[in-house]
């Protein structure tokens, strides 16, 4: 499973605001595209990816091979 991966501005501002965190996302969302491992719930026709303490919301496109990220949000 390898798909690329496509980060919406909205997502790509937020993750910005965490750069404390933002390498271990990125990491994490990479890995995922590449190997379909990590800490994943689907919701509805969206998944969540659960990362150092904040959830990415994506939406993956089999045909297209691709992830295309629309927020990260921050847990409480």
Request: hydrophobic fraction near 45%; aromatic fraction near 10%.
């Amino acid at each position: 499973m390898s798909l690329a991966i496509i980060w919406e501005p909205a997502a790509e501002t937020v993750l910005l605001r965490h750069w404390h965190t933002a390498e271990k996302i990125d990491a994490a969302v990479i890995r995922f595209a590449q190997t379909g491992e990590g800490h994943v719930e689907r919701i509805g026709p969206r998944y969540r990816l659960r990362i150092a303490g904040h959830d990415v919301i994506f939406r993956v496109d089999e045909a297209a091979r691709t992830m295309r990220i629309f927020g990260v949000y921050r847990l409480q």
